[in-house]
């Protein structure tokens, strides 16, 4: 899960939040959902403040922005819901994850992946596996396991 | 998809082992019982046979030493005295670990437990020859000639039954005359490969016993077709004639306008073929075994379907058109009526639970040096399966702790007065949509004083903490919890109790403790019916919609004015004279809307505790299919589940023993003040 495994072309979506572009391991998502009513759990962590119905199963409804310390405004039309799944305490589950706006399926080459600098992030180096460059931009690869192995090992407290 | 053979006779022999267990402890009650003795000595004659047709030869080998002490126990020729009933149990331990593969070496183990068994039966074998004449007497005198006709199932020979070791097993007995019937037979190019479409009839002449023959069969039986019928004189039979029209009414499936050559031959070899209901046959087919996975699924899509008929029932209410309502509610009662029969397939009697236990309770009274007896009542009583699967660990924590720590020394017994023999009763009864599963025992109690200096010490309660004794009782579940001086090997490390009260709970349960000193204590383990389907009570705070179990609701009044403002200190209700203490969803769930002007009280039970639960509109019942929270929401505890609403959005499930409790702790606090 370090970035120095990352020998071979990397597929994956790329979202924003934030102004920041993330990129998820396209193996892992399910589906993107337009915008769909999510039921509030009172008295939750807001990194999974609410269940919504995905094709009749109830899935929790998780807010990156929270791991990342990021402020949190009201959705814009642009608002999406990306259907993922990860093992939690090695059983797989679906979850579905806000995002402000979703952009592309793309292939990120090795040698365009570095490793994440280890000092000078606003973020929690763990929740990052890769950043890769695109033009002048960054595009940071989630270490998407370790976000959520974090917040269930919270959860159990 | 043909299952595994050797896994369909693992999962078999489970419930031989099983059965046979059961029938052992009973024999150890009711020595010389005939029909516990044949039933021994079925379940064995399975074993043996089954196992060496699905490969298990070291487990056939060794059952076959147990199956002849048997037999001869069957015949009178030895009694089923405690030292073999122990022996035997030991066995079926061994038996067990013989189911393993890899188990197929050099078996010492097994040849001191055939050793010990032949010194056994040979000192207490009475006459040899007197009891076989007598047997043979009885049952049947001289030789008698049988037709025997069976037809197995389709799949006989992917599931590994060789009819060829059944017809070799025939012959054993005595002289047969073997016809195989192939009228059933397709066209070779309709045959599918491996599917049988044989029958058999056999004449056969022996001194054997009629059960002799049924004992041939008796590990196929439930999934064939045996007619087996004792000719008095085979000579002085029908005329073929007469055979054949019999035939041909009784049997449909020789439909031939012509007499087809296979009902003649069998005719001629049989002289009398007759159509006769096998005995045994009709209990047989009453029940089949399927894979729960399937089970799981079905009930998935009962569970689908209830939604959609809710989603349907919302339609029908708000469509103006009368035609479309009175099939709306066909289909809702349809699907209420396919939903309780699912839900009662998945219904297993708790018997086969408590049954366990009887094994567990003997060997570890005999560890401990106690005298105890076992009683079990409430056995028919039904509950789900995964709930019953899930039980049986925190039953065998409890169960372990009556033994080890609840009933004492038969010399204390003694000298308090109280006969040697302990008991303990494992029951269940319904009450409600819940069941109730109690452990009691007899013995000592549970010593509050000690309860209350432990925990003081544990720190789980401040020094001198006043405390009701129910709460103090409660703290034995707290984790790291143990009054036990010493540690046994049997429990007492402290963990346990903490176990089985959040197994419970996962389960959406409650655990409540009685005890009285020197008389004895019960654990009662309160449980809803069924994990999967519920009818729930569907209720709005602020924004969001809840369910509450219907099962859990006892009434729903409205919030007087008085009662509202008053409440802002003490949170009661006056209902019919007595205080219930009320919480406000509201607050709970922290709604940031204001309330509605005319709240609705729900009054919710849990157990003997009742509280309120303030809402601001009962929307009205709903049936509610549960769905589990992910571990994400491991830390949310007001909610047991979740569900999915007609318009698709998703609705919380309220934990009402939660509630409940967080209810009463408010009530304590607001008497303390």
């Known amino acids: 899960m370090t970035a120095a495994a990352i020998a071979a072309p990397l597929e994956v979506l790329t979202l924003s939040l934030q102004g920041e572009t993330f990129a998820l391991d396209a193996a892992i998502v399910h589906e993107i959902l337009d915008w769909v009513p999510i039921t509030e759990v009172p008295n939750a962590r807001p990194f999974v403040g609410g269940l919504l119905n995905v094709r009749g199963k109830v899935v929790p409804f998780a807010d990156l922005r929270v791991s990342f310390g990021m402020e949190r405004p009201e959705r814009t039309q642009d608002t999406r819901i990306v259907v993922i799944g990860v093992p939690l305490a090695g059983e797989p589950t679906l979850v579905g994850i806000l995002a402000e706006k979703v952009f592309e399926v793309t292939t990120l080459l090795p040698a365009a992946l570095e490793e994440p600098p280890p000092i000078g992030m606003r973020w929690n180096p763990e929740f990052i596996r890769a950043i890769g460059k695109r033009g002048d931009d960054f595009i940071i690869v989630l270490a998407i396991d370790r976000v959520f192995a974090a917040q269930e090992a919270a959860s159990r407290h | ?673």
């Open chain 2, 1 to 673: 998809m043909s299952p595994d053979p050797a896994a369909v006779f693992r999962q078999e022999a489970q419930d031989l082992f099983e059965q046979l267990e059961q029938a052992l402890l009973d024999l150890e009650r009711l020595p010389g019982d005939q029909d516990l003795i044949n039933t021994a000595f079925r379940a064995l004659h399975t074993v043996k046979g089954s196992g060496a047709m699905f490969g298990f030869d070291a487990l056939a080998r060794f059952t076959h030493h147990l199956e002849s002490a048997f037999d001869g126990v069957r015949n009178g020729k030895a009694v089923a005295s405690p030292g073999l009933i122990s022996l035997t149990l030991s066995a079926i331990d061994h038996m067990r670990a013989l189911m393993d593969p890899s188990a197929d070496q050099p078996d010492p183990e097994g040849e001191a437990l055939i050793g010990r068994l032949r010194q056994m039966t040979e000192s207490a074998a009475p006459p040899q020859a007197a009891a076989t004449a007598a047997a043979t007497a009885a049952d049947a005198p001289g030789e008698s000639t049988y037709r025997i006709w069976f037809r197995l199932p389709a799949d006989a020979l992917e599931r590994g039954i060789n009819p060829l070791l059944l017809l070799d097993e025939l012959r054993a007995l005595g002289p047969c005359r073997t016809v195989a019937l192939t009228g059933r037979l397709p066209p070779l190019e309709a045959l599918p490969p491996g599917a049988l479409f044989l029958d058999w009839e056999v004449m056969l002449t022996t001194a054997a016993p009629r059960s002799a023959i049924d004992d041939v069969f008796i590990f196929v039986f439930d999934d064939m077709d045996l007619q087996v019928e004792r000719l008095a004189d085979p000579e002085a039979g029908p005329r073929l004639g007469e055979i054949l029209v019999e035939r041909g009414d009784a049997a449909p499936e020789a439909e031939a306008p012509a007499v087809s050559g296979d009902s003649l031959k069998s005719a001629l070899n049989e002289q009398t073929p007759l159509r006769q209901a096998a005995p045994g046959r009709q209990s047989a087919g009453d029940s089949i075994r399927i894979q729960a996975q399937h089970l799981d699924e079905l009930i998935d899509r009962v569970g689908q379907l209830v939604i959609a008929q809710a989603r349907l029932k919302q339609l029908a209410a708000s469509e103006a058109n009368g035609l479309f309502k009175p099939v709306a509610e066909e289909i809702e009662r349809l699907s209420n009526e396919l939903r309780d029969t699912t839900m009662g397939i998945r219904m297993v009697p708790i018997g086969s639970l408590f049954g366990r236990f009887r094994r567990l309770v003997r060997d570890l009274a005999e560890e401990l040096g106690k005298d105890i007896l076992l009683t079990t009542a409430g056995e028919e009583t039904e509950l789900d399966k995964t709930v019953i699967e899930r039980l049986n660990d925190p039953l065998v924590h409890l169960v372990r702790n009556a033994l080890d720590h609840g009933i004492e020394s038969p010399e204390q017994r003694q000298a308090a007065g109280k006969p040697r023999q302990g008991r303990v009763q494992l029951s269940a009864v319904h009450s409600g949509a819940q069941v109730l599963i109690s452990i009691k025992d007899d013995g000592r109690g549970l010593d509050l004083a000690a309860i209350r200096a432990r925990a003081e010490e544990n720190g789980l309660i401040p020094p001198g903490a006043r405390l009701s004794d129910q709460e103090l009782y409660l703290c034995i579940f707290q984790p790291g919890f143990s009054t036990a001086r010493a540690v046994s090997s049997l429990s007492g490390r402290g963990v346990g109790m903490d176990v089985v009260k959040r197994a419970i709970e996962g389960l959406r349960g409650l655990v409540e403790v009685g005890s009285s000193p020197g008389q004895g204590t019960e654990i009662t383990l309160r449980l809803p019916l069924t994990l999967a389907i519920i009818d729930g009570l569907l209720i709005r705070v602020g924004r969001g919609r809840y369910i509450i179990p219907l099962a859990a609701v006892e009434e729903c009044v409205e919030l007087s004015l008085a009662d509202d403002l008053r409440s802002k200190g003490r949170s009661f209700l006056n209902l019919r004279g007595d205080l219930v203490p009320f919480l406000r969803l509201r607050d709970l769930f922290a709604s940031p809307l204001p309330a509605d002007p005319f709240q609705k009280v729900v009054i919710v039970s849990s157990g003997e505790q009742r509280v309120g639960l303030v809402v601001d509109q009962v929307i009205g019942d709903h049936q509610t299919v549960i769905k589990s929270l992910s571990r994400l929401h491991a830390d949310v505890e007001s909610f047991s589940g979740a569900t999915i609403l007609g318009d698709g959005s998703v609705a919380l499930i309220l934990d009402v023993p939660h509630l409940v409790e967080a209810g009463q702790r408010h009530d304590a606090l607001a008497a303390a003040s």
